[in-house]
């Protein structure tokens, strides 16, 4: 449920901080208080679309932040894990900012996510049933959804197990399509894979190669200013004449003779020594690379063409002798594949086969449960649209087989072999008709309603939002669409905006929205209605700003009746 709300400079909501209980909690207040506001904020918070509309005048950015606790549903918990989301206490801080710039950041316990992760797990927590939400409903391809949201356990788990199965028969699909050339493609395809592999087969490439040669270029086209520097080294060290070697000995020696006067003394002794030995080292190593030093040009001129060949497939092939390479080994594996085109199509046709047929029998037990879960579906709906004063409508939920598949050639499809949609006969000795075509704003409403009361118990939805529903009706219906959005609240947290006085008096909760005009700027102000307070709001509800005897002993009626409702649900008899 929403337990917190934070808004700071959103629309005409400069600062606004909210709590919310348990039960139903209504909204009220003159048109264009900012009630709906409230609620876009909470939208916004579930994923919905940001914009820099949102942000107040003047503003740099607007603030929204909402802590919810939840229930531990499978698909949360998943979901929560996947992105790596630690919820203590299943608590939620949800956090959103809206820069004016049109840039957002959502947080969810501190971790930054990506609208789309704040939309899949805000679905899990919040459900907004808007004025214009019914339209879901004249949809047919929704109906199917609808349908499966009201099934059971083993349909949501067999359903999962078809996606997979048909995900991969897709893939398949796809790959079969693909080895399905025309002979002349196929031939080009063969003869160009063909000239690559013995291109670079023929090249015989080897790891670090080309370093090396770089490396064997470089002493090669150096070799005089190498041989001056060795040359030069070898005789200031070991010359004919008096030596670098021979004064550094001279030097050692002329030490070793004090070396026993002084510690110190001793100590130069021995660095001396070391460096005689050393330098001694030094000369025997440059002496050997100058004896092993030869300048070969035909060496070098093959090294110069080898890198030109490496380069020439560099350009061809890749940045790296290692891209080289791994292309050889793609392009030889699918000249394999070519070379032996008709083995993998009876393959991949022997796969599809089977996995098709897998999907069809999955397909079917799930058709068979929806048709089931629908009689169910259908007896419930007539349960609450009878509440609802809707006791002459007809409801059936009709099904048809998809339409055969261009590319699997089997009636199947994301959903498996059905089609389903909603129809509906309103008036007594009409026919079963469409739903989309023959209902009205007021019964699609009526409606909705009865399935958000049906599919609130098994969604496991927390905090259920209805924006207006109720708009459009009066007298009996209105007290039913009271009673009906009450009955929802008692499982799950409902916030409701709305116009009916009918609904408020059956509120557990009252928020009354208004705004004020202070120094040219408008500011949205909210405040918890107590019981004395609350007869006066329906009063207002009821007959607009002039108050009356009568309209506020309605209002005592009507809180009186809403108080004997709420009893008998808690204690029925």
């Known amino acids: ?123 899990q927590l919040i459900d907004i049933h808007g ?33 997979v199965v048909y995900k991969e028969l897709r893939r398949l699909e796809r790959e ?57 080294t070898y005789s200031l060290l070991q010359g004919e004449e008096l030596s670098g070697l021979d004064l550094v000995g001279q030097a050692m020696e002329r030490m070793q003779g004090i070396s026993e006067i002084d510690e110190s003394f001793k100590q130069i002794a021995d660095t001396l020594s070391s460096a005689f030995f050393q330098l001694q080292e030094v000369s025997s190593d440059v002496y050997s690379e100058m004896d092993q030093l030869e300048y070969d040009e035909e060496r070098l001129n093959e090294i110069e063409e080898r890198l030109n060949l490496i380069q020439q497939l560099k350009r061809k092939y890749g940045h790296s002798i290692d891209d080289i390479l791994t292309h050889y080994n793609q392009a030889e594996a699918e000249l394999e594949k070519l070379e032996n085109r008709e083995d993998q199509v009876d393959s991949l046709a022997q796969k599809t086969t089977a996995l098709r047929q897998e999907a069809l029998q999955i397909a079917e037990k799930l058709s068979a449960i929806r048709k089931r879960t629908a009689k169910s579906l259908e007896t419930s709906i007539l349960e609450q649209l009878n509440q609802l004063y809707m006791e002459k409508v007809k409801f059936s939920v009709q099904f048809k087989a998809v339409s055969s598949s261009s590319d699997s050639g089997s009636k199947l499809n994301d959903n498996g072999m059905d089609k389903v949609e909603f129809h509906v006969a309103t008036n007594p000795g009409e026919p079963l008709k469409p ?44 007290q039913a669409i009271a009673d009906k959005i009450h009955s929802v609240a008692s499982h799950s947290q409902v916030l409701c905006i709305t116009h009916l006085p009918q609904v408020a008096a059956m509120a557990d909760h009252h928020l009354y929205i208004r705004k004020e005009v202070n120094e040219d700027r408008t500011r949205t102000f909210v405040e918890q209605i107590v019981k004395a307070d609350r007869t006066e709001e329906i009063a207002r509800m009821l007959s607009g700003e002039e108050l009356t005897q009568l309209t506020v002993e309605t209002a005592e009626e009507l809180l009186k009746l809403a108080d004997r409702k709420k009893k008998t649900a808690k204690n029925p008899a």
Not at 98 to 116: E, L, M, Y
Not at 216 to 225: F, R
Not at 452 to 476: L, M, Y
Request: proline residues 1%.
């Open 435 to 478: 739903l989309s075509k023959v209902a009205s704003g007021g019964e699609l409403s009526r409606m909705m309603l009865a399935m958000k009361t049906i599919f609130s118990h098994s969604q496991g939805i927390t905090s259920i939002i209805f924006d207006e529903v109720d708009t459009g009706v009066s007298g009996r219906v209105a």
């Open 131 to 163: 004025q214009n939400e019914h339209q879901e409903l004249m949809v047919p391809e929704n109906h199917i959804y609808l349908l499966d949201y009201f099934g059971s356990k083993e349909l949501a788990v067999l359903k999962q197990d078809y996606a």
């Open 1 to 123: 449920m929403l337990e917190s709300l934070k808004i700071k400079d959103f629309a005409i909501i400069e600062d606004l901080s909210l709590d919310f209980r348990k039960g139903m909690t209504v909204l009220t207040g003159e048109t264009g208080a900012g009630k709906s506001i409230i609620i876009d904020a909470v939208g916004l918070l579930a994923g919905g679309r940001g914009s820099s509309e949102f942000v107040r005048h003047g503003s740099k950015k607007c603030i929204l932040e909402g802590q919810f606790t939840y229930k531990p549903t499978e698909i949360l918990s998943e979901l929560l894990k996947q992105n790596e989301i630690e919820a203590e206490e299943q608590t939620l801080l949800i956090q959103r900012e809206i820069f004016s710039s049109g840039r957002n950041v959502c947080r969810i316990n501190g971790s930054i996510v990506t609208i789309a992760i704040l939309k899949e797990i805000g679905s």
């Open 176 to 232: 079969r399509r693909n080895w399905e050339f025309n002979e002349q493609e196929l031939a080009q395809r063969i003869d160009v894979l063909k000239y690559q592999v013995d291109e670079i087969s023929a090249a015989k490439l080897k790891a670090n190669e080309e370093d090396e040669l770089k490396e064997e270029e470089q002493k090669l086209t150096n070799h005089q200013a190498i041989v001056e520097a060795l040359s030069t």
